[in-house]
């Protein structure tokens, strides 16, 4: 699954009955509590990455993705708003973009 087809999931789930979809359980929850949900991702995460564990990193990574893109739902932020903002930072250096913020 493509990280666009996983976007396009989370907004299918949106509106679903909370008792037959995580996702839609979860943005129910509110968005403060997604975002609680999001930072206990990736914190698990970070610890796998410091042990050092591939196959364990690449689980939590695609657990962060996913918790990510619920809380942008949440917030009504969208891939394609994400994507435009990457696409106006393109050919900008890093150090030059964190220093026009």
């Known amino acids: 699954m493509s990280i666009s087809d996983l976007a396009a999931a989370i907004a299918a789930r949106k509106d679903a009955d909370p008792q037959d979809s995580w996702t ?5 929850r509110g968005p403060e509590k997604v975002a609680e949900k999001f930072g206990e991702e990736a914190i698990e995460a970070i610890i796998e990455a410091v ?6 990193l690449t689980a939590e990574a695609a657990d962060v993705v996913y918790h990510l893109l619920v809380m942008c739902a949440a917030r009504g932020v969208t ?8 696409a106006r930072r393109a050919g900008t250096s890093g150090h030059a973009e964190k220093a026009a913020r």
């Open 24 to 28: 839609a359980a979860l943005l129910a």
């Open 51 to 56: 042990k050092g564990d591939r196959a364990r």
């Open 79 to 86: 891939l394609a708003d994400i994507e435009a903002e990457l």
